[in-house]
């Protein structure tokens, strides 16, 4: 009689264990739906700006055809629409439960560093006042103005060392890091962050974003922090600035879905910041048309309000002329799809390059009608630290008095995804 090949149970992987095997060259993501760490190349994914969507669905259907088990395709796209894009269906897949429990993260890195503000912090104000005058002329309700801190060690950075770090720090973060080097770089580049910011998720037939916009830093003691929450969410500036993402987000979601909820703001935190977050979730009409996978469902939203700004095209204008750097992957758009269209994408912030011993951060800032220049340059003062932290850097992120609404560095009682209703 002939035999059967006995089964081979799949191994059982720990959160732990893949955050432990990463290495610079792998793609790790890590959300409360669970981690997922993918190494090699099966095929890269093509398509121009808004088609990449139907680009990787076309390439999950052949490596279906070809055999290969579910298979995923995972990168990042960048901001701007013609920015570079990192998308693949890896070779091998690997994928755990969620990490649980926020555990002392290891010794820091230990490098000294050097600081370069892109642009200067002055200058920087100086900006938000020239989009503000902008916003009172009429030509603009809203843009997002980033900066960039260019960091350089004494040594290589080490990679594993600093995503351990950002994970630990917060293990309910949307944490990743994958290689994005380019023709003629010298070293390995990577991407890596820890997002609080869900851009669109996608299970079955339901849809979730989270989008964030009105934001104060953390304060050191839970009194400070009980008044920054009652100041944010009575902030007639803030709640505007929050009212314009979930909008446009919620509009582009009603193309394509039958039911769609979009509760009232909550506050949500992190452990450096305090934000005004909705959580809306819809039915999808269709969800096996190609443009309801979640890839093609995060092109269709990307850019929202909360990196770029309203009307969209007006903001991007007014982000290229007041940004003296190129944000490159900043503010653009991470995750997984795989072939039934389900998946993650989260927006690109709280995250750096790190390039050989370089490190390039940026972090932004909505404007707005009623936006104060110190206040908001303290804002991105204050965002900064999720990479600072994991870095072992202290201070130097402003001139003098400059941070006065900054608070103290992560010493709240909560982290990334309490809810404050």
């Known amino acids: 009689m002939p035999t059967t090949a006995p089964v081979r149970p799949r191994p059982v992987h720990t959160a732990a264990d893949l955050l432990a095997a990463y290495l610079p060259g792998s793609y790790y993501f890590s959300s409360p739906r669970g981690v997922l760490l993918a190494d090699g190349v099966h095929a890269r994914v093509g398509g121009t700006a808004g088609a990449r969507g139907r680009g990787a669905a ?112 917060d293990p309910a973060a949307y944490a990743f890091a994958l290689d994005v080097s380019a023709p003629g770089d010298a070293a390995p580049r990577t991407l890596l962050g820890a997002s609080p910011e869900l851009l669109v998720a996608r299970r079955g037939d339901t849809v979730v974003a989270n989008p964030l916009a009105g934001s104060v830093p953390r304060a050191a ?6 008044s920054r929450i009652r100041d944010l969410r009575r902030s007639p500036k803030d ?47 269709d969800p096996g048309h190609p443009d309801s996978s979640a890839l093609a469902l995060a092109e269709a939203l990307h850019p929202t309000p909360a990196v770029c700004g309203v009307p969209e095209q007006p903001a991007r204008t007014t982000i290229a002329d007041l940004e003296p750097e190129d944000r490159g992957y900043y503010s653009g758009l991470v995750g997984w799809v795989d072939a039934h269209g389900d998946g993650e994408w989260v927006v690109t912030i709280r995250s750096a390059e790190v390039y050989g ?38 201070g130097g992120l402003s001139e003098p008095g400059s941070e006065s609404r900054a608070g103290a560095p992560e010493t709240g009682t909560a982290g990334h995804g309490e809810v404050i209703a």
């Open 58 to 169: 076309a390439a999950l259907a052949a490596a279906t055809r070809d055999g290969v088990e579910e298979p995923v395709a995972v990168g990042a796209i960048g901001f701007w629409p013609d920015a570079e894009a990192t998308l693949f269906l890896p070779s091998v897949v690997r994928r755990a439960a969620p990490l649980t429990g926020r555990k002392p993260a290891p010794a820091g890195l230990a490098p000294r560093w050097s600081i370069t503000h892109r642009p200067a912090p002055r200058m920087y104000a100086d900006s938000v006042r020239r989009a503000l005058d902008i916003i009172h002329a009429g030509g603009l309700d809203k843009v997002v103005l980033a900066r960039c801190l260019e960091l350089t060690a004494d040594a290589p950075v080490r990679v594993p060392q600093l995503l351990t770090r950002l994970v630990r720090n």
């Open 221 to 226: 003691d839970d009194a400070d922090n009980q």
């Open 357 to 394: 011993r370089t490190v390039r951060a940026f972090a932004g800032a909505g404007i707005v009608a009623g936006s104060d220049p110190a206040a908001e340059l303290a804002e991105t003062s204050a965002k900064f630290r999720t990479l600072l932290g994991a870095l072992g850097v202290d």
């Open 239 to 285: 709640r505007a600035e929050h009212a314009h993402v979930a909008a446009q987000v919620a509009a582009v979601l009603r193309r394509h879905c039958v039911a769609l909820d979009v509760p009232e703001p909550t506050v949500v935190g992190t452990p450096t910041m305090w934000h005004l977050s909705t959580r809306i979730t819809g039915r999808l009409a």
